[in-house]
């Protein structure tokens, strides 16, 4: 099977491919080549984690095809980010299915995480932490899955959130799963904030979005705990 790879430059010296064939699945690296790298390795923890598996065989670096490679773009106060030539297809009946079950899994990570977390750390604030402490973090989460929909005049209006950073996280997580159905055969294309976006890639960015910030919480934990 061949997997093709979208990959960007997030920001300078940032590069993320995304696995065209896998919902969710990503690999990271300094330069577009360290990204194409690790796909094999992402490929095979995207699948041991979907499916279960024990162990799976890396595929071979001939299996990745790059579909297309976008660089960053600075905007100043704001940058774009990347809109792939497979982000204008439309959302199958299949995608939304699959879309669905992996939302789920990455949503029980992160609230499995979050009930390890000691209270007192959640609003702890963390040395050259962006968003500030854990809170902030979940935070960040809650309010991008609002804004990503919100580029298509979907989901929640603003004030519907209520700053709590758990709640807010339940409240945008069930109006996705509402919206989701409704975005199956979407073509048009929406140009907001010096961006483009459509159903698929509102989707990819929720999914990419999420993990990585599991994975940031994790790291942020463990630099708690041994402080």
């Known amino acids: 099977m061949k997997y093709h790879l979208d990959i960007a430059e997030m920001e300078q010296d940032r590069w993320v491919a995304h696995i065209f064939e896998l919902h969710g699945c990503f690999s990271r690296g300094e330069s577009a080549d360290a990204a194409i790298k690790a796909a094999p390795e992402a490929i095979a923890d995207y699948l041991i984690w979907r499916d279960g598996f024990a162990s799976v065989e890396l595929i071979a670096p001939d299996d990745l095809v790059v579909a297309e490679q976008i660089r960053y773009v600075d905007h100043g106060a704001y940058y774009s980010n990347a809109f792939f030539e497979s982000d204008r297809l439309p959302l199958t009946d299949n995608d939304i ?21 000691p209270h007192d750390y959640l609003d702890q604030e963390i040395p050259d932490e962006r968003f500030g402490s854990i809170n902030g973090i979940l935070n960040h989460i809650a309010t991008a899955e ?32 509402s919206i989701i159905p409704q975005l199956a055969g979407r073509t048009d294309i929406v140009v907001r904030r010096e961006e483009d976006w459509s159903a698929r890639k509102i989707l990819r960015r929720t999914i990419w979005h999420e993990i990585v910030h599991t994975r ?9 705990e041994n402080a």
């Open 97 to 117: 299915d699959q879309i669905s079950v992996i939302l789920s899994y990455s949503r029980n990570d992160l609230n499995g995480l979050i009930q390890t977390i």
């Open 216 to 224: 940031h919480i994790q790291r942020r934990l463990r630099e708690l």
């Open 146 to 177: 609002w804004w990503y929909f919100d580029s298509m005049k979907l989901g929640l209006a603003y004030e519907e959130l209520s700053g709590d950073p758990k709640v807010d996280l339940n409240l945008t997580r069930e109006k996705t799963l």
